[in-house]
């Protein structure tokens, strides 16, 4: 049997610390909140949640474009030219680039005959350079002094013959038919400085070309005779000169010693007086035909040297360059300005300064002829 023992009653234990833990709990739980909350709300900028009054909006009055003027190119200043040049020089074109390097102006000198195109800064004739171009009219320098040229402000007048043609690009004309023939088997034996003739031709007496100064010593070699024709009437049709031209001794009728020479002895050394300014009473040499026609000779590929006095050479290098040859052409042609001991096919020789020795090479016949 079971006895039951009466124990003493106790306050209930479970609900009473659990209460009291539940409010403890609120109590910290509160205070650290409301702690933390103060801490928030010192830190932190209180927001107003108030919607505020929208302000007044004025509107602005439209916006007053002022019109765009377009605004034009500046325009060159206009060309005031100076008293007009009294040489007979005729502006024929020009030709105006945004590179004032880039114009180019046509002249004719209706003296001399011949026309030419030209760039800033080329010589137009001794003592005459160009120094702008602008569209029609030209300004140039006389001896120091400024003249102005006009498009066409000189009345141009045509002869006959040849029309004068653009340096190195000239036109047909009849001097080609000029040309007068040669009988063959006239050789050219040994050296120009120790050589003779066999067979020799004369140069034909040819006005139309040139005029012998001294025709008993005007014997050469078939090739040489027909070469020199050739080459002046090609340098006639291109550079349209109509000045004399005058050959000078050629070689003896049989070759050999001809004094005061000391080549000229087997037919192939042509003696050419530099060509003189049309119109010139003071018979000064006109620089721009003396270059075309040497120039002419050496593009025919039949001469081997020509000889001038080193002092001329000057005159013609500038001549080369106004007619617009280029570096290396004048380097491989002129002594001129290198020295007289540096090479070119036009060398100095004493004693010419006033004519052109031609050396022609050996023609397909001369078998005995030395190339020297």
């Not at 709300?41 to 509107?59: C, F, G, K, Q, Y």
């Not at 046509?106 to 001399?112: F, S």
Request: charged share 20%; aromatic share 6%; net charge positive.
């Amino acid at each position: 049997m079971v006895r039951e023992r009466n124990f003493p009653k106790r306050a209930p234990v479970g609900p009473v610390v659990g209460l009291a833990s539940l409010s403890f709990a609120l109590t910290v739980g509160l205070t650290v909140g409301l702690g933390a909350f103060l801490g928030r709300a010192a830190a932190e900028p209180t927001l107003d949640t108030r919607t505020p009054s929208a302000p007044e909006v004025v509107p602005n009055p439209p916006t007053q474009l002022a019109p765009q003027t377009p605004v034009a190119p500046a325009a060159k200043p206009a060309l005031v030219l100076p008293p007009p040049s009294e040489l007979p020089l005729t502006l024929l074109a020009t030709l105006v680039g945004d590179d004032p390097a880039m114009s180019r102006a046509t002249l004719l000198d209706q003296q001399r005959l011949r026309m030419a195109s030209f760039s800033v800064g080329d010589p137009l004739r001794p003592g005459v350079i160009l120094r702008e171009i602008r569209r029609g009219r030209v300004v140039v320098e006389e001896q120091g002094e400024l003249r102005g040229l006009n498009l066409g402000n000189q009345p141009l007048e045509f002869t006959d013959g040849p029309t004068p043609g653009l340096l190195g690009a000239g036109l047909l004309g009849a001097t080609g038919a000029q040309v007068l023939p040669v009988n063959s088997g006239a050789l050219s034996v040994g050296r120009p400085n120790q050589g003779r003739l066999i067979n020799a031709v004369r140069l034909p007496d040819n006005p139309v070309l040139y005029t012998r100064t001294q025709p008993n010593a005007s014997w050469g070699a078939s090739h040489t005779i027909l070469s020199l024709q050739q080459g002046i009437a090609r340098f006639r049709r291109l550079s349209g000169y109509r000045g004399n031209l005058a050959i000078g001794g050629i070689s003896r009728e049989h070759g050999g010693f001809f004094p005061p020479h000391k080549s000229h002895q087997s037919g192939r050394d042509v003696d050419i007086v530099l060509p003189r300014v049309v119109g010139d009473s003071d018979r000064s040499v006109d620089w721009q035909a003396t270059w075309s026609l040497v120039h002419t000779l050496i593009e025919d590929g039949q001469v081997t040297q020509i000889f001038l006095s080193y002092e001329r050479q000057r005159e013609l290098f500038l001549a080369a360059r106004a007619a617009g040859v280029g570096t290396d052409e004048l380097e491989r042609w002129l002594q001129y300005p290198k020295g007289v001991r540096g090479p070119g096919i036009i060398r100095h020789q004493p004693g010419h300064r006033n004519h052109l020795h031609i050396r022609f090479r050996c023609g397909p016949e001369d078998r005995r002829c030395s190339g020297w």
